[in-house]
């Protein structure tokens, strides 16, 4: 009776030991007396018991790490590089799965000689390049970094599918100089900008002076030209009148020097009553009126010889 229950507990442990259960995203690898025998996929499996042995399960799901390091410009600057790695398992073959459960001794040796490797493509990369470059190569360093390790990780069993470079920074010393050059830079362009601007401001300024001047030239000149056109309008009608006049006391048989002397009453007449306090000297004798009358007849003969024309 023990022995029937301890075959009856035996077969129990064979039967439970025979079953395997393979999680999503997973797979197993097979080994017997240590060596490959077989990969079992997710879900439930069976092994020999005591013969068949489950080496390693292995994730072919995607992993991430973070690293940082350092690297050295051409013109010996200091970067640091804060980095997210991002890889999986290239496929489920079983080739591909041998490689990845035996060609490191466990995850942390792998890990080990990945991050390192990322690390040398990114400083060969950088020592190539100033510190000026290297913010703005952050997709050139990733391309280049994927470019050198696609092949060797392949011979892993992994792939690398992207490699985000979150933070490149300078040592204190070097961000200091940048920043100085960066400042000395915008001053630079502020000023060139203040420049450009004050040119277009005192440019315009001045071409507004100038059409001010020109405009203001033009009306002078047209204000003169119909102010010498109105007085020699005003003087053609005088002498008309004035020629009239001489006329009809001629045919009347008058002196037309009566005419020179209304005119030269009335025009005294028109100082005393316009002059509002100003004081005008004219002369009163007999010779200075006499001088005055025959000057005044010496116009009135050229107004009607014009008028004649």
């Known amino acids: 009776m ?26 197993a ?39 940082g390091f350092q690297a050295v410009t051409s013109d010996q600057a200091n970067v640091n590089f804060t980095a997210m790695l991002l890889y999986s398992v290239v496929n489920q073959a079983e080739e591909t799965i041998k490689n990845v459960a035996f060609k490191f001794v466990d995850d942390k040796n792998l890990m080990q000689a990945l991050v390192r490797s990322v690390e040398g493509s990114v400083r060969a990369f950088v020592a190539t390049k100033k510190q000026s470059e290297v913010l703005s190569l952050r997709r050139d360093i990733v391309e280049a970094v994927k470019e050198q390790l696609d092949v060797m990780l392949e011979e892993w069993g992994y792939h690398l599918i992207d490699l985000q470079l979150n933070d490149i920074t300078f040592d204190e010393e070097v961000m200091r100089s940048m920043a100085k050059v960066v400042a000395s830079n915008n001053l630079k362009a502020a000023a060139e900008n203040e420049g450009q601007a004050l040119l277009i401001t ?14 203001s030239a033009q ?73 005055t009358l025959k000057q005044m007849m010496a116009m009135n003969q050229k107004d009607l010889l014009n008028s004649k024309k």
């Open 2 to 27: 023990p022995l029937l229950i301890l075959l009856i507990v035996f077969g129990l442990l064979l039967i439970i030991l025979s079953f395997v259960t393979v999680q999503q995203g997973t797979v």
């Open 29 to 67: 690898v097979i080994t017997v007396f240590g060596k490959y025998r077989r990969i079992l996929t997710p879900g439930l499996s069976m092994k020999i018991p005591f013969i068949e042995k489950v080496y390693k399960k292995i994730s072919i799901q995607n992993r991430s790490a973070e690293l």
């Open 202 to 215: 005192r440019t315009k300024a001045a071409e507004a002076e100038g059409n001010f001047i020109k405009i």
């Open 219 to 291: 009306a002078e000149k047209d204000a003169a030209q119909l102010k010498g056109e109105g007085i020699a309008l005003f003087r053609q009608e005088v002498a008309r009148g004035m020629a009239g006049a001489a006329k009809e006391m001629e045919d009347a048989k008058l002196d037309s020097s009566l005419i020179l002397f209304s005119m030269w009453t009335e025009a005294v007449k028109n100082f005393a009553q316009e002059g509002k306090g100003n004081v005008i000297f004219l002369d009163g004798s007999v010779e200075g009126m006499d001088k």
